[in-house]
């Protein structure tokens, strides 16, 4: 059964910092190109940032570019999101997901976690 389970959000006040962690288990293969998305209330959930298997190659939606950055340890089979320069329009529910092609968009995720709420105060 896999599993993909993040951890990491929290209440940060504009400027701070806050690292995503996401584990993924229960593969029969290598968990391939993963990606965070988000999604705030009333609004659609949209890509943040993807990276591909050996980590080499990697997608930022333009309004976290500069702020954060993905990486990941396949050993571990972890992915995390280290975000920087928060602000309060980042306030949304993150969510972890293992993709099926290389196109960093929900339509092409395989398998979510329950997602980690991050709150960014003003």
């Known amino acids: 059964q896999v599993q993909v389970v993040e951890s990491g959000g929290g209440l940060s006040q504009a400027g701070g910092s806050l690292r995503l962690s996401c584990t993924a288990s229960?593969?029969?293969?290598?968990?391939?190109?993963m990606g965070w998305f988000r999604q705030a209330p009333g609004k659609e959930r949209e890509e943040v940032s993807c990276?591909?298997?050996?980590?080499?190659?990697?997608y930022y939606t333009s309004s976290v570019k500069g702020r954060f950055t993905i990486s990941r340890d396949n050993a571990k089979n972890t992915l995390y999101l280290q975000m920087n320069g928060l602000k309060p329009e980042d306030t949304a529910m993150y969510y972890c997901?293992?993709?099926?092609?290389?196109?960093?968009?929900?339509?092409?995720?395989?398998?979510w976690g329950q997602g980690t709420q991050v709150t960014v105060s003003s």
């Open positions: 997901a293992t993709l099926q092609s290389i196109a960093c968009h929900p339509s092409a995720a395989r398998y």
């Open positions: 229960g593969l029969s293969s290598d968990a391939g190109t």
């Open positions: 990276i591909d298997q050996r980590g080499l190659g990697t």
